[in-house]
């Protein structure tokens, strides 16, 4: 188990900067779904649009969603690392796992700014029904991502860090114990 569960680790610790890029692409593709909407809208008033369609809105609820993917994503690359490196053991385990623990604040900051749901609530506070309207219906499903990808971690921060079981050392036995019978008592 020793090997193939170090193996699913890594893989568990690899998904979680893999889910989180799926966050920042649903949420660039809800948001763009979005400005689009709003500058179709009948409540467009001619605002500026750049190179890339976003609106203003749309540039501002792009920044906020990949800032909090940027956050996420540095914590899940740190535990990426820090889970094989703990599996090693030896000098400086206890600070990799104070750090470990330490990483979680970034990781969860991230998860309640998601939930909070920065494109809908900015296109509140801009007043912007349009833009609303048109964020897809799944998009605040993608909030579930980030803590996707912290739990798949955690499982692979476990499963990693676990300490090999030292092997007993082997002494050979002479020859000649081995061979004689022992007296029955």
């Known amino acids: 188990m020793g090997g193939r569960g170090r193996r699913i680790g890594v893989a568990l610790l690899a998904s979680g900067p893999v889910l989180v890029a799926a966050y920042a692409l649903a949420g660039r593709t809800a948001v763009h779904q979005a400005a689009e909407a709003q500058a179709r809208g009948p409540r467009w008033e001619g605002g500026r649009i750049d190179a890339d369609g976003l609106t203003s809105l749309g540039v501002d609820a792009w920044r906020v969603v990949v800032l909090t993917a940027l956050v996420v994503g540095v914590a899940a690359l740190a535990y990426l690392v ?17 750090l470990s623990g330490f990483l979680i ?32 219906a799944w998009q605040p499903a993608t909030a579930f991502l980030l803590p996707a990808a912290g739990l798949a971690q ?25 061979e004689e019978p022992r007296p029955a008592s």
Do not use: H, K, M, S
């Not at 000098?91 to 796992?97: A, K, M, N, Q």
């Not at 970034?106 to 939930?115: I, K, R, T």
């Open 105 to 136: 604040v970034p990781y969860a900051l991230g998860c309640v700014v998601a939930f909070v749901n920065p494109p809908r609530l900015l296109g509140g506070l801009y007043q912007a029904a349009d833009f609303v309207a048109g964020l897809p």
């Open 154 to 178: 955690a499982v692979g921060l476990a499963l990693t860090a676990r300490r090999r079981p030292a092997e007993a050392p082997r002494t050979p036995l002479p020859a000649e114990e081995a």
């Open 82 to 98: 820090i889970g094989p490196l703990l599996g090693r053991g030896g000098r400086g385990r206890t600070f990799l796992l104070v």
